[in-house]
C-alpha cells in the first residue's frame, strides 16, 4: 500500500520537472540492494536476520547471443560453480585415462557428450537460483526480477522485463551489481563471439574453439575445454595471468601447451566473419601481431572472448545521485566500511576499486557491513592474505605476496624464497609427469621468516591451499613450517 | 481456478499418470500413506495438506496437481525405494513442479508464501 501511494504521488515527475530532488521522510525499505548476487543475497540475508526490511533487485541483461541465467549472480550462474563442475568433467576425462594403469578395463573408447554434461551443470544451477529464491522469500527478504537505477536521493527505479517502472525508496543501499564480460570493439564481435555468459549453456559443443585472452577465466575456459577432447587454440595479447605471480603463471602455460592446448602468443583479433552458419558454425578470424604487421588467420567453430570484465556502473543512475566512480575502469571507490563517498550508499563486490574479485571476499564484506550498520559490530572486511585458486587443468593455488610484488615491497635480498618440484603419489603408476607439480612459498626475513606469499601448483591446489591461508593470518613462519609435521603420501606434505 | 487432481498412490502409478500428462504444467505433492482414519504416519504431511489445498486455486490453469501417496514408513525409509532413487526425493512432504528443480521440501510446504511462489512464480 506504501509503494501504490508513491506510484499516484508520482514524484518521479516533479523531480524532473523542477530539478529538485525532495528526500522522502519515511522510507519503503530500510535497506535496498541493487544486484542479487554473492555480495547482495549474502548482504540482504544478513540484514533480514536483524528484521530489517529488505529488498533484493536482480536484473540479468541478456547477452549478445541472448542467454540469460536467474538468481545468483555470476558465481552461481556463469562463473566459480560451472567452472569447478566442467573442469571436474576434463579431470574425470584424465582420470579414466589414467585408470587404466591402475588395472580397469574397457574397450570402448571413451567419449564426451557436452550435451548431457551441460544439461546436468544447469539443472544445478536451478536448483541453486530455486533455492535462493525460497531463502529470501522464508526470511522475508522482497526479491523483485527488475532492473534498478537510482533517480534521486533515496529513490531507485526498477524496471521489469515487460518494461513495467517502480520507484521504491529505502534509508540506505548497497551496490552489488557486479560485471559482464568485456567485447573486443572489432567487426563481428558481438554478432559471432561467446563470452563465459554464454559458454556454460551452450546448447551445442564448441567444437574447435578459439580463447581469446591470459586471464583465469581464458585459461580455465581453455583448460577444460581441452580436457574434454576439444581442438582448442589460446590469442595472448601480452603476459598470461596479469597480477598473478610470473613465474607460477608460465608454469602453468607450458603445462596447458605440452597437453594439447595452442598458444598464439602476441596477437590480437581484428575481425571476425562468419563462414558458415550452424550450431556451432564457422568462423574466420584475422588477427594481427602486437610486435609488427604479421597478419594470420585462422578457422574456428566457436570463439569465446575473455580479455576481461567491466563494472556494472555505467547505466545505474550514480550521476543522479552523485556517487564518484572511476571513469576510465567503471569501479567504485569505497573507504575501508565499503562506503561510497555519498554516506548512505555502499558497494560491495567485484566493482569495488582495489579490492579481489572474489565471490567470499564479496560474502565476507557484505555480511560485516551488515552487522556494521545494525547489529553494532565494529570488524571490518580484512581483504589482505585472502587465498585464491586457479582451476587451470594443473591447479594453482595461492595466499599473499607473488615473488615480483614481495620483491618490490621488502626488497630482494630481505625475502627468502623456498621451493620445491613434487610429484604427486597418484601419477606415478599412470607415468604423468614428474617435474611439473611445483610448491614454494616467499618469506619475510626481517620479520622472522614470516611466510608472506604461498603458492601452489598441482592436484587439488585448492583444497591444499585453504589450511595454509589460515596459518598465515596467524602469522605462520618458516621454523613453524618447518617443525610441522607431514601428512604422508599427499602433495600437501612438500 | 481451474486445475485438475488427479490422487495415485506408490511409483509406477505415479510416473505413469505424470506421463500421461506431459505437456501440461505437473505439480505434485508427495506424502506418506494414511490409516483406516484418514491420517498419515507423516506428521508434516498431516499439517502441510491443508496449507497447499489452500493454495491449489493460485495454480496456472491448465495444470495438473498431483496428489501422490508414497507408501507406508517402512517403505519410505529405505534408502533405495523408487521415489528416493529416481525422483531424487529426501523427504515427505515434498510438493515439486515435475520436470524443474523447483521443490518444498518438509517443514517449506507448510509454509503458506512458500508454496505460492512455488505455484504461481516462474
Known amino acids: 500500500s506504501v509503494q501504490a501511494h508513491k506510484e499516484e504521488d508520482n514524484p518521479q515527475t516533479t523531480m524532473e520537472v523542477n530539478g529538485l530532488t525532495p528526500v522522502p521522510d519515511s522510507y519503503d525499505y530500510d535497506l535496498i540492494v541493487i544486484g542479487g548476487g554473492s555480495g547482495g543475497l549474502a548482504a540482504a540475508k544478513e540484514a533480514a536476520k536483524y528484521e530489517k526490511k529488505v529488498m533484493v533487485l536482480d ?13 545468483g549472480g555470476t558465481c552461481v550462474n556463469v562463473g566459480c560453480i560451472p567452472k569447478k563442475l566442467m573442469h571436474q568433467a576434463a579431470l574425470l576425462g584424465q582420470a579414466l585415462q589414467d585408470s587404466r594403469k591402475f588395472g580397469w578395463q574397457f574397450t570402448e573408447e571413451v567419449k564426451h557428450n557436452w550435451m548431457t554434461m551441460t544439461e546436468s551443470v544447469q539443472n544445478y544451477i536451478g536448483s541453486l537460483n530455486w533455492g535462493y529464491r ?12 527488475a532492473y534498478g537505477e537510482f533517480v534521486g536521493p533515496h529513490t531507485i527505479k526498477a524496471t521489469n522485463k515487460k518494461g513495467v517502472e517502480k520507484l521504491y525508496t529505502a534509508e540506505r543501499f548497497i551496490i552489488a551489481t557486479g560485471e559482464r564480460p568485456r567485447y573486443l570493439g572489432i567487426p563481428g564481435d558481438k554478432e559471432y563471439c561467446i563470452s563465459s555468459d554464454d559458454l556454460f549453456s551452450l546448447p551445442y559443443c564448441p567444437g574447435k574453439t578459439l580463447v581469446v585472452g591470459a586471464s583465469y577465466v581464458a585459461l580455465e575456459c581453455a583448460g577444460f575445454l581441452a580436457g574434454l577432447g576439444l581442438d582448442v587454440t589460446v590469442m595472448v595479447r601480452s603476459i598470461l ?26 596477437f590480437v583479433p581484428v575481425k571476425v566473419e562468419q563462414v558458415e552458419e550452424g550450431t556451432p558454425g564457422k568462423l574466420k578470424v584475422t588477427a594481427k601481431s602486437t610486435t609488427g604487421d604479421q597478419i594470420i588467420e585462422g578457422e574456428y567453430n566457436t570463439v569465446l ?7 556494472c556502473t555505467r547505466k545505474i543512475g550514480l550521476d543522479k545521485v552523485g556517487v564518484n566512480i572511476n571513469e576510465r575502469t567503471g569501479k567504485i571507490p569505497v573507504n575501508d566500511e565499503e562506503q561510497t563517498n555519498v554516506p548512505y550508499i555502499y558497494a560491495i563486490g567485484d566493482i569495488l576499486q582495489g579490492k579481489l574479485e572474489l565471490t567470499p571476499v564479496a560474502i565476507q564484506a557484505g555480511r560485516l557491513l551488515v552487522q556494521r550498520l545494525y547489529a553494532g559490530a565494529t570488524a571490518k572486511c580484512d581483504y589482505v592474505n585472502v587465498p585464491t585458486t586457479v582451476f587451470t587443468p594443473l591447479e594453482y593455488g595461492a595466499c599473499g605476496y607473488s615473488e615480483e610484488t614481495a620483491v618490490e615491497k621488502f626488497g630482494e635480498e630481505n625475502i627468502e624464497v623456498y621451493h620445491s618440484h613434487f ?71 612438500v | 481456478m481451474g486445475c485438475e487432481e488427479v490422487q495415485v498412490r506408490g511409483y509406477p502409478e505415479f510416473v505413469r499418470t505424470a506421463q500421461s500428462y506431459h505437456g501440461r504444467p505437473i505439480f505434485a505433492l508427495f506424502c506418506g500413506d494414511k490409516d483406516a482414519e484418514g491420517r498419515s504416519w507423516c506428521p508434516d504431511c498431516v499439517s502441510a495438506e491443508p496449507v497447499v489445498r489452500k493454495e491449489l486455486h493460485n495454480l496456472p490453469d491448465d495444470s495438473v496437481f498431483i496428489y501422490c501417496l508414497v507408501g507406508d514408513r517402512a517403505y519410505w525409509k529405505d534408502p533405495n525405494n523408487e521415489f528416493r532413487r529416481n525422483l531424487k526425493l529426501t523427504g515427505v512432504p515434498t510438493l515439486l513442479k515435475y520436470g524443474t528443480p523447483q521443490k518444498l521440501v518438509e517443514e517449506e510446504c507448510v509454509k ?3 508454496v505460492h511462489m512455488l505455484f504461481t512464480e516462474d
Not at chain 1, 591446489?461 to 613462519?477: H, M, P, R, S
Open chain 1, 423 to 493: 610429484w604427486p603419489l597418484e601419477w606415478a603408476v599412470p607415468s604423468r609427469d614428474n617435474n611439473k607439480c611445483y610448491a614454494k612459498i616467499i618469506c619475510n626475513i626481517q620479520d622472522n621468516e614470516r611466510v608472506i606469499g604461498f603458492h601452489v601448483l598441482g592436484p587439488n591446489a585448492g583444497e591444499v591451499t585453504q589450511g595454509f591461508a589460515a596459518a598465515i593470518k596467524c602469522g605462520l613462519t618458516k621454523e613453524q613450517l618447518d617443525s610441522t609435521v607431514g601428512i604422508h603420501p599427499v602433495c600437501a606434505e
Open chain 1, 134 to 145: 525460497v531463502a529470501l522469500r522464508d526470511k522475508k527478504v522482497t526479491y523483485e526480477n
Open chain 2, 112 to 114: 503458506a508464501e512458500l
Open chain 1, 241 to 266: 595471468l596479469r597480477g598473478f605471480d610470473q613465474d607460477m603463471a608460465n608454469r602453468i602455460g607450458e603445462y596447458m601447451k605440452e597437453h594439447g592446448v595452442n598458444f598464439i602468443r602476441e
Open chain 1, 59 to 71: 536484473f540479468v541483461t541478456p547477452t549478445p547471443q541472448g542467454s540469460s541465467w536467474g538468481l
Open chain 1, 305 to 311: 572472448l575473455a580479455i576481461g570484465r567491466d563494472p
